[in-house]
């Protein structure tokens, strides 16, 4: 498989059917004649979506040159995955009743940082984190495992970080 970037041999399907199964996205989107498309190296299907991964980035390149795809007489919306913005971070699952003073403590502390402005959704149960700089690795790490451990304050206050996508 040639070494090309991973993120030119990545596409994002949209308003996938529920009947749509990964296999049937294989045989679509492997059939260069009806999408365009080549060998895949993997598909993975979650929530209405689905993320391809080619094994060469010209055939994901194809795939979006032929623009039209229909799977169960539904119109598919195939793009190439937002990119995420590492300067900022949307924290979920906030009691809407818990103030900001406590938020900013949270950030201030568990994730050491003094530049950044919280914005609170209306309905104040998200809040977008905007950093002056872009996460450093060991700040991107602690979020990862913070994630993946799911420790004492994130099962307490049942907090969820996102990257936002960039626009």
Not at 80 to 109: H, Y
């Amino acid at each position: 498989m040639p070494v090309e970037n991973l993120e030119e041999r990545t596409l994002e399907v949209l308003d996938l059917p529920e009947e749509v199964d990964e296999e049937l996205l294989f045989l679509y989107f492997e059939n260069k004649r009806r999408s365009g498309g080549g060998p895949l190296v993997s598909v993975e299907k979650k929530a209405g979506r689905a993320l391809l991964v080619f094994e060469e980035a010209e055939a994901a390149a194809r795939v979006l040159d032929n623009g039209h795809h229909v799977l169960h007489n539904a119109e598919l919306c195939v793009r190439k995955p937002a990119t995420k913005d590492p300067c900022r971070l949307l924290l979920r699952g906030i009691n809407p009743k818990t103030s900001v003073e406590m938020i900013e403590l949270f950030v201030e502390n568990m994730m050491n940082l003094d530049d950044y402005s919280l914005h609170p959704s209306p309905g104040r149960d998200l809040i977008l984190i905007h950093l002056s700089q872009p996460f450093s690795k060991g700040e991107v790490l602690f979020i990862l495992i913070f994630k993946s451990h799911r420790f004492f304050l994130q099962k307490r206050l049942k907090l969820s970080f996102t990257f936002m996508e960039s626009f």
